[in-house]
């Protein structure tokens, strides 16, 4: 397996990454909004967008000041809602 894809799934495996994604799946947004809609301080926010960044999910643009996230490759929504349903799944047949 490619180092790319090692950290694709590695940037998947954190719920913090996985609920900035849930965000940018609605449109582009400034980091600035992100952090207004997470409870989570400054350097963390910047750090999960980062990996984000790294693995290729996420692309930023500047803009002024402003730094502007969107989703780099949407396929990567097919991606979660599948591992969503694996999920979902598994659990059903473990009750």
């Known amino acids: 397996m490619n180092k790319r894809t090692v950290m694709l799934f590695k940037a998947?495996?954190?719920?913090w990454r996985l609920k900035i994604l849930e965000q940018l799946s609605k449109g582009t947004l400034c980091i600035c909004e992100l952090?207004?809609?997470f409870a989570i301080d400054k350097t963390t926010l910047s750090r999960h967008v980062k990996a984000l960044v790294d693995a290729g999910l996420v692309k930023e643009n500047r803009n002024g000041a402003r730094k502007e996230l969107s989703?780099?490759?949407r396929?990567?929504?097919e991606i979660v809602e599948l591992?969503?349903?694996?999920?979902?799944v598994s659990s059903q047949e473990s009750e």
């Open 83 to 88: 591992a969503k349903s694996i999920t979902d």
């Open 12 to 15: 998947l495996g954190c719920s």
């Open 75 to 77: 396929r990567v929504l």
């Open 35 to 37: 952090d207004d809609l």
């Open 71 to 73: 989703i780099a490759d």
